[in-house]
C-alpha cells in the first residue's frame, strides 16, 4: 500500500529539495560527482589475515568496526587522493590488497638478498643479525644500525 503525503507538509517539501537537482536550488547531486571518494588500504590482522575491513562490522562488532575504519580514508579533492595514494592508498579494496601482496613480496626480496649478503660479513656480525632475525617474526630487510654514544671527536 502506498503512503500519500501531504505536498503542503514540512516532509514533502524537504523531500522534494532532495529529489531536486543542485543546479536548480534542490540538495541532490548533478550527476556524477567524484568527490568526497574513499581510498582503501589493506593491514594485516593479529591472526596473520590480511583484510582490507572486516564483515564482522556489519553486525555492530566494535573491534571490526574500528579495523575498517582504519583501512579506509576519505579524500575531498585531487590533490589529497594524489598524495593518499603516493602513500600506499588504493581506489580499490582488491587494488590494496594486490598492493600489499606486492609491497610484502619486495621486502621478501631485500631480506633475500640481506641474507646472501650476510655470507660475507664476521661471525660477529653474523651472529647480530641471526639475533635480529630471531627477535621478531617478521622479516627484518635491514639491520639496525648500532652508533657509538656520545659526541662526535671534533676535528683539529
Known amino acids: 500500500m502506498a503512503i500519500i503525503h501531504n505536498p503542503d507538509s514540512e516532509y514533502s517539501r524537504e523531500m522534494q529539495q532532495w529529489n531536486t537537482q543542485k543546479q536548480h ?34 553486525v555492530g562488532d566494535a573491534v571490526g568496526e574500528a579495523f575498517s575504519r582504519s583501512c579506509q580514508l576519505i579524500v575531498q579533492n585531487e590533490y589529497e587522493r594524489d598524495n593518499a595514494v603516493r602513500a600506499g592508498w588504493a581506489l580499490d579494496p582488491d587494488l590494496a590488497m594486490a598492493q ?15 641474507h646472501y649478503a650476510d655470507q660475507g660479513m664476521s661471525e660477529l656480525a653474523r651472529a647480530e643479525a641471526t639475533q635480529a632475525d630471531n627477535a621478531t617474526h617478521e622479516q627484518v630487510p635491514s639491520l639496525p644500525s648500532k652508533r657509538k654514544a656520545g659526541r662526535p671527536r671534533k676535528v683539529v
Open 100 to 114: 600489499y601482496e606486492r609491497e610484502m613480496r619486495s621486502i621478501a626480496e631485500v631480506t633475500a638478498q640481506r
Open 25 to 58: 536550488g534542490g540538495k541532490n547531486a548533478n550527476g556524477f560527482e567524484p568527490f568526497p571518494a574513499m581510498l582503501y588500504k589493506a593491514f594485516a590482522r593479529d591472526n596473520g589475515k590480511v583484510m582490507c575491513g572486516d564483515p564482522l562490522a556489519a
